[in-house]
């Protein structure tokens, strides 16, 4: 942030101009900054996912399982080279260094929103409400120390720099993403139809280098073992669920225990989905992938920011171990389909639209709420679905909305 943006936000003269729901947007964005920092200090390791990342270095070093089930501690889902990314902040300690990463998941999801200022969407732009909207959706992930913030921002900047010719940047920020969530890998692929060959092989050559990381600090057959571990970690894990899924088989599940009859059973998100239900999520990949083909008519401008959303939107839906932290990594996309929706448009089109996006903007960041959701499960179950019905909704809009712009294209 410049000099003059900070005069600026403390009306200090000289500074830049900023609406007034900007500046509530900041200041949103700082208090919640500020009690995450208290948390943190008063109350290390509460609501924190950070002592997963803490055993995982610790168990490396110890040459044991990153994969095993420990006792009192979740599993660690990242690839063996994940390692590296997270000891930096370990060795800050169990107080500072969850704070550290908490600052930093923060400011990503903030700066993530601002970057596309200037480059998807005119830099004059007010996204004021579009960056609430980002926080609200983040809010969970964030509170959680959850890496989703970090990732939703190295996606962002990755699609910034692929969009400006700076491949070399883009395909080592989507190779970090990748380490730390291997889901993501779809969205990056997506990412790449533009230019397929000048970004695979560098993609290729970082995962290579990472893929070796681990080799240079401990034994080869230590590592082999560690790769293999998370191989069956990833397969052992795809048919347990628990109550923290939201995607669309659960969506299925929800609408099934509210016409079952009966009483209300707070157990029935405990069933795997069949094995049809994957052949539904390639097929749905599949239509991303043909979207995605579609659109390659229209601007870079606009290709890239929705596909990134189309991809997002897909993964919250029928991605796997989808959770309502998980929804973290959509956020940016949330303040940029506002922008694009109310304040980047220059004709008042499609109210209907504007219904659509607003909808799905109740189910996401309102709807999907636990605190809210709670009370009216047990006579209405289906609302405990709302964020993945909201990211369908998502879906439909930018569809639509992709729609108008290639009719506009085609008229001129």
Same mark, same amino acid.
């Given at each position: ?13 000289g ?6 729901i ?13 009690a ?10 509460k609501?924190s996912v950070?002592?997963?990342y803490?055993d995982g270095v ?15 501690i979740d ?10 990314l997270f000891e ?9 260094g ?9 400011c990503?999801?903030?700066y ?27 809010l ?6 959850q890496?989703?913030a970090?990732i ?10 692929i969009?400006?010719?700076k ?24 990412l790449?139809?533009l ?8 993609i ?9 990381? +681990?080799?240079?600090?401990? @034994?080869?057959e230590t590592?082999?073992?560690?790769? %293999?571990? !998370?191989?069956r970690?990833? *397969?052992? =894990? ?6 923290g ?9 929800s ?6 009859p009966g009483?209300?059973?707070p ?12 052949f539904?999520?390639?097929?749905t990949?599949?239509c991303c ?7 390659r ?19 919250m839906?029928?991605? +796997?171990a989808?959770?309502? @932290? ?7 996309? %949330?303040c !940029?389909?506002?922008?694009? *929706?109310? =304040?980047?448009?220059q004709?008042?089109?499609l109210?209907?639209q504007?219904f ?5 903007f109740?189910f ?10 709670i009370?009216?499960?047990p ?5 405990l679905?709302?964020?993945p019905?909201?990211?369908?909704i ?6 639509r909305?992709?729609?108008?712009l290639?009719?506009?294209?085609n008229?001129?």
């Amino acid at each position: 942030m410049r000099i003059a943006d900070l005069k600026g936000l403390f009306f200090i003269a000289g500074g830049t101009k900023f609406s007034f729901i900007w500046r509530i947007c900041f200041t949103l964005w700082s208090v919640f900054l500020i009690a995450l920092i208290i948390k943190s200090l008063a109350i290390p390791g509460k609501q924190s996912v950070f002592g997963v990342y803490v055993d995982g270095v610790k168990h490396w070093w110890s040459d044991e399982s990153l994969y095993a089930k420990y006792p009192g501690i979740d599993f660690f889902r990242y690839a063996p080279s994940a390692v590296f990314l997270f000891e930096p902040f370990v060795l800050f300690g169990p107080v500072f260094g969850p704070l550290i990463w908490g600052i930093l998941s923060v400011c990503a999801v903030f700066y993530a929103c601002k970057l596309m200022a200037g480059t998807f969407w005119p830099s004059n732009s007010d996204w004021g409400i579009g960056g609430i909207m980002a926080l609200l959706c983040a809010l969970s992930g964030l509170w959680n120390h959850q890496s989703n913030a970090i990732i939703g921002f190295l996606l962002v900047f990755g699609t910034i720099n692929i969009y400006q010719n700076k491949s070399g940047q883009s395909a080592l920020l989507f190779s970090i993403a990748c380490v730390l969530k291997s889901t993501v890998l779809p969205v990056v692929a997506l990412l790449l139809i533009l230019k397929p060959f000048s970004m695979l092989w560098r993609i290729i050559l970082i995962f290579l280098l990472f893929a070796i990381l +681990p080799f240079l600090t401990r @034994p080869p057959e230590t590592v082999i073992w560690q790769y %293999l571990e !998370w191989g069956r970690h990833l *397969q052992s =894990t795809h048919d347990i669920r628990w109550p923290g899924y939201r995607d669309f088989w659960f969506v299925i599940l929800s609408i099934a225990e509210w016409i079952r009859p009966g009483e209300y059973d707070p157990q029935f998100w405990n069933c795997s989905a069949p094995s049809l239900y994957k052949f539904v999520q390639a097929g749905t990949g599949l239509c991303c992938l043909l979207f995605a083909f579609i659109w390659r008519s229209l601007p870079p401008v606009d290709w890239y920011p929705r596909t990134l959303a189309l991809g997002l939107a897909w993964l919250m839906v029928f991605g +796997p171990a989808t959770e309502l @932290p998980t929804y973290g990594l959509f956020a940016p996309m %949330l303040c !940029w389909a506002f922008v694009r *929706q109310f =304040t980047n448009v220059q004709n008042c089109r499609l109210n209907g639209q504007s219904f659509i996006l607003t909808v799905s903007f109740a189910f996401l960041l309102v709807l999907a709420q636990r605190e809210f959701t709670i009370f009216f499960a047990p006579a209405f179950p289906v609302i405990l679905s709302a964020a993945p019905i909201g990211s369908i909704i998502f879906i439909i809009w930018l569809i639509r909305d992709t729609r108008f712009l290639l009719h506009l294209k085609n008229d001129r």
